[in-house]
């Protein structure tokens, strides 16, 4: 096999898939890895499974106005370049596959994706969209653009998410605008302003970040007071910091285990690596 190195993560591949077949691995099963005589040794217990006495369990009644997964959009999410929503796996199976057929679980597991369709509870649409698996997340793919686009969705929007009758079901509920007095104290009215010349530049360096997908920023070698002009780019659950890092790694020497501490001040990204 293949040890192959990820950023924050080291892949085992090469002949996993074939192991995954083989041994019938499936989610929620307990792997158990150590190194010993030049060899990577792995097991994976077998579970002894009791057969519970037969009991007639009743239908659960659906209540449509239930909606078991809930997620605040971020920038991630509504990134029309690379548009996909991840779900945390548990929801998922907990309240999506759970509904599926051993077929359809199975088809997942070894496809890693597949069809479904997708229902926008507000506007009655239906959209043919894909759920992929991805380790720890699900990816719901396919339109997931097209409903950014059509229901300008933006960071801090909630999206419910619910399985019923063979379909996913979606809302993101409108916000209700409430109206503003017609006359607002002048003194309210000036703090209101300086708040937003305030805010301004933060604002449009977030509506560039969206918009671009990077940004440049000023870092600061906090250990050396070195000033370096780098870039801070989004990928997709990450953001990356780019430009000047391999200058910085070869600089301070920098290797695998050592701990970088980041944070913001005065306008500068600072950073320091304790020796």
């Known amino acids: ?25 499936d989610v929620g099963k307990e792997i ?3 190194w010993f005589n030049g060899c990577l040794h792995f097991s994976v217990p077998q579970q002894v499974l009791s057969v519970p006495p037969l009991q007639i369990i009743p239908a659960a009644v ?14 991630s999410d509504v990134d029309t370049n690379h548009p996909f929503l991840p779900l945390a796996r548990r929801s998922v199976e ?19 994706q597949v069809n479904l369709n997708a229902r926008d509870v507000d506007t009655g649409e239906i959209y043919v969209m894909k759920l992929r698996w991805r380790g720890n997340y699900y990816n719901l793919i396919g339109k997931w653009g097209k409903i950014i686009r059509s229901k300008g969705l933006g960071v801090g929007k909630e999206i419910k998410i619910r399985w019923a009758n063979g379909c996913l079901h979606f809302s ?3 916000e209700q605008q409430t109206a503003i007095p017609a006359t607002i104290p002048v003194i309210q009215q000036q ?3 300086e708040q937003q010349h305030d805010e301004w530049p933060i604002k449009k360096a977030r509506e560039q970040l969206r918009n671009e997908l990077q940004i440049n920023v000023n870092a600061r070698d906090y250990d050396t007071g ?14 990356s910091l780019i430009g000047k890092w391999g200058q910085i790694i070869r600089g301070k020497g920098l290797q695998v285990g050592q701990e970088i501490r980041v944070r913001w001040d005065n306008g500068y990204l600072v950073f320091s690596v304790p020796q």
């Open 62 to 75: 659906v209540q449509h106005d239930q909606w078991p997964i809930r997620k605040v959009l971020t920038l």
């Open 32 to 34: 158990k890895i150590r």
């Open 191 to 193: 703090q209101r302003q």
């Open 172 to 174: 993101v509920p409108y």
């Open 1 to 25: 096999m293949k040890l192959k190195w990820r950023g924050s993560y080291y892949n085992l591949i090469g002949k996993w898939g074939r192991i995954v077949r083989s041994k019938g691995l």
């Open 226 to 239: 070195d000033s370096f002009l780098m870039k801070l780019k989004c990928r997709g659950s990450y953001y």
């Open 94 to 112: 907990d309240h999506i596959l759970v509904h599926w057929t051993p077929q359809q679980r199975e088809l997942l597991r070894s496809e890693e």
